[in-house]
């Protein structure tokens, strides 16, 4: 049950965007079009920002965009701002009969 | 609104066991998967467990098969975990979650500490 690679870290300036990558296997993210996105200020429970691998939950800002191509998951956040600096999660379904894989976590500093 | 709030963490003995309450309100409990997922201090996140709306269906990772149990009331609107042999690496906070797939709703987490 290994978790999903992503990038430690990704930094950029206000207004700029950036691109958080998320590395599965064609038993998760290549094989099913249930990933979703997460993001996690410090101390406090994580929120859903994308599921389905490119739609937006009521509410969430559409600065924030997803797609997915073979075994790879992507979230872009455009216009960058420094309430985004936050930990970005994705999460993958593996298919019936087990559980969802998290990602490795990501840390967006906004420079 | 929806809401889920989280009972039950604590300090514990290695060994020792905990059971974690959900309660869950502001949506219609009994047509949604629901999870726990739990977060190690300083590290990222794991699903845990999640349960089928009628509890039919239980899934586990791997590191915690024959010690936790997921399980529900749909009269009560709660979720439950029952955590048995606890060990050190179980210290985390644990979060309610609606869903099996995409955790659409989290509770704020509650904490529990396996130390001797």
């Not at chain 1, 990704?10 to 590395?23: A, E, L, R």
């Not at chain 1, 994580?46 to 924030?64: A, Q, T």
């Not at chain 2, 239980?58 to 590191?63: A, I, R, T």
């Amino acid at each position: 049950q290994s978790a999903l690679t992503q990038p430690a870290s990704v930094s950029g300036s206000p207004g700029q965007s950036i691109t958080i990558s998320c590395t599965g296997t064609s038993s998760d993210v290549g094989g099913y079009k249930y990933v979703s996105w997460y993001q996690q200020h410090p101390g406090k429970a994580p929120k859903l920002l994308i599921y389905d691998v490119s739609n937006r939950p009521s509410g969430v800002s559409n600065r924030f965009s997803g797609s997915k191509s073979d075994n790879t998951a992507s979230l872009t956040i455009s216009g960058l701002q420094a309430e985004d600096e936050a930990d970005y999660y994705c999460s993958s379904y593996r298919g019936s009969s087990t559980l969802g894989v998290f990602g490795t976590g990501t840390k967006v500093t906004v420079l | 609104e929806v809401q889920l709030v989280e009972s039950g963490g604590g300090l514990v003995q290695p060994g020792g066991s905990l059971r974690l309450s959900c309660a869950a309100s502001g949506y219609t409990f009994t047509n949604d998967w629901m999870s726990w997922v739990r977060q190690a201090p300083g590290k990222g996140l794991e699903w845990v467990a999640n349960i089928k709306p009628d509890g039919s269906e239980k899934y586990y990772v791997d590191s915690v098969k024959g010690r936790f149990t997921i399980s529900r009331d749909n009269a009560e609107n709660s979720l439950y975990l029952q955590m048995n042999s606890l060990r050190a690496d179980d210290t985390a906070v644990y979060y309610c979650v609606r869903g099996g797939t995409t955790a659409s709703y989290w509770g704020q987490g509650t904490l529990v500490t396996v130390s001797s």
